[in-house]
Nanobody
Framework: QVQLVESGGGLVQAGGSLRLSCAASGSIFSINAMGWYRQAPGKQRELVATITSGGSTNYANSVKGRFTISRSSARNTVYLQMNSLKPEDTAVYYC???????????????WGQGTQVTVSS
């Protein structure tokens, strides 16, 4: 099994910054990509940013230029630096890892428990 532990959410004023972290642990065999998704009340979960094992990144248009995703392969950790936050960024942010564990060896999407980010105007 693979476990994801997120941290770094909270309450911030518009224009402020937050940094989210997500550490993957357990019987990790491989990680293809890591990323962040978010879900606002009454809305579907949406992609925020992803980063592959090779370092390629992808961002939602709404966060380009404000958010930066990075990872530490040695620590199986992914980060999301969020700057110039807006009230519309308010959501529960979920960490995602696309990878496999030693038991099943099949590509699986693993999810964290979510961390709340609230941006006040």
């Amino acid at each position: 099994q693979v476990q994801l532990v997120e941290s770094g959410g909270g309450l911030v004023q518009a224009g402020g910054s937050l940094r989210l972290s997500c550490a993957a642990s357990g019987s990790i065999f491989s990680i293809n990509a890591m990323g962040w998704y978010r879900q606002a009340p009454g809305k579907q979960r949406e992609l925020v940013a992803t980063i592959t094992s090779g370092g390629s990144t992808n961002y939602a248009n709404s966060v380009k230029g404000r958010f930066t995703i990075s990872r530490s392969s040695a620590r199986n950790t992914v980060y999301l630096q969020m700057n110039s936050l807006k009230p519309e960024d308010t959501a529960v942010y979920y960490c995602n890892v696309a990878g496999s564990d030693y038991v099943r060896r099949t590509l699986t999407n693993y999810w964290g428990q979510g961390t709340q980010v609230t941006v006040s105007s």
